[in-house]
């Protein structure tokens, strides 16, 4: 599965572990080769996850965009809601059901028209491999990988773009007009990128490898990784959450301004190459630790520090 990626490795080659986040949690993560375009695998990670984080939005940056995923995502419930880097005035992700040129003049021109004739043509196939995706019959890379393999003028992979461009022309739209949309997508993605800075430090500490030699046991050590991450955040968050409420029962405002931000994804008060001792023996006192800290806080905004 190891391929040669400028993008990841430079001169080397590995792996890619390809994740989906909830806000900073984890909730399902896959291994693909460094030559895999990622954009072929989003609905696959989403479809199967079987967390009980179920998010209605999925985002990402331009690589999660590719001719189907809109259509795809739309299927199963989801809106795909991607990060947009440039729109230009004539803009080539919007398309229109009217001829162009009843747009002549307007602000944003639409690069073409929806053809709903190709669409009606094909829908049989279309419906054939829907069915296919929801019963798991195959997976989201064989399809693309199979429809652009024939040829590309393949009408059903071009039947599935037309539907594509209909909801992606949606979303473009939404974007420009709403600044909390674009926002939100941002700060998405922000803690997508604070998730994988994170685990790479913890895989840092075996030299950024995945330990293993097989399929099944990269796999395992991947999910290894993403089961420390999730503790360090959950340790994190129950933490945050208890000084909180603590000082929000106290009402000191100044301190809750300043909690709220701070990130669940941080590992400087933590010691990753330290030597630890899984035992019973001695259970760590929680509640005193956050009592310490609620102490401390309060003795630093005192001080006016």
Excluded at 95 to 122: C, N, R, W
Excluded at 194 to 219: C, F, P, V, W
Excluded at 232 to 257: C, M, P, Q, V
Aim: proline share 1%.
């Amino acid at each position: 599965m190891a391929r040669f990626s400028t993008k990841y490795f430079g001169l080397c080659s590995g792996l890619v572990s390809y994740s989906m986040i909830a806000n900073h949690v984890c909730v399902n993560t896959k291994i693909i080769g460094a030559n895999e375009h990622e954009s072929h695998y989003l609905f696959d990670i989403i479809f199967n996850n079987t967390c009980d984080i179920d998010p209605d939005y999925a985002s990402g940056d331009t690589h999660s965009i590719n001719r189907v995923n809109f259509i795809l995502l739309h299927l199963i419930g989801k809106k795909f809601v991607p990060y947009i880097k440039n729109i230009s005035k004539k803009s080539t992700t919007i398309y229109s059901f009217g001829d162009s040129a009843l747009y002549e003049g307007s602000l944003i021109v639409p690069q073409g028209k929806i053809d709903t004739k190709l669409i009606l043509e094909e829908e049989d196939n279309i419906k054939r491999i829907f069915a296919s995706l929801l019963l798991k019959g195959t997976t989201q890379s064989v399809v693309v990988r199979k429809l652009s393999s024939y040829t590309r003028n393949n009408k059903t992979l071009r039947a599935l773009r037309e539907l594509d461009k209909i909801l992606m022309s949606i979303h473009v739209l939404r974007f420009i007009d709403d600044p909390l949309l674009r926002r939100c997508i941002r700060t998405a993605l922000n803690r997508g990128e604070a998730y994988h800075q994170l685990s790479g430090k913890i895989m840092s500490i075996n030299g950024s490898k995945l330990r293993g030699t097989t399929e099944l046991e990269l796999q395992i050590a991947n999910e290894c990784c993403r089961l420390i991450a999730n503790i360090i955040i959950y340790y994190n968050t129950f933490i945050l959450s208890r000084i909180y409420e603590d000082h929000e029962k106290l009402g000191d405002t100044a301190i809750l301004e300043f909690l709220k931000k701070r990130s669940s994804v941080a590992w400087r008060h933590l010691n990753m190459n330290g030597r630890y001792e899984f035992s019973t023996a001695e259970e760590i006192n929680i509640e005193v630790m956050i009592a310490n800290l609620v102490f401390k806080n309060a003795e630093k905004f005192e001080g006016g520090d």
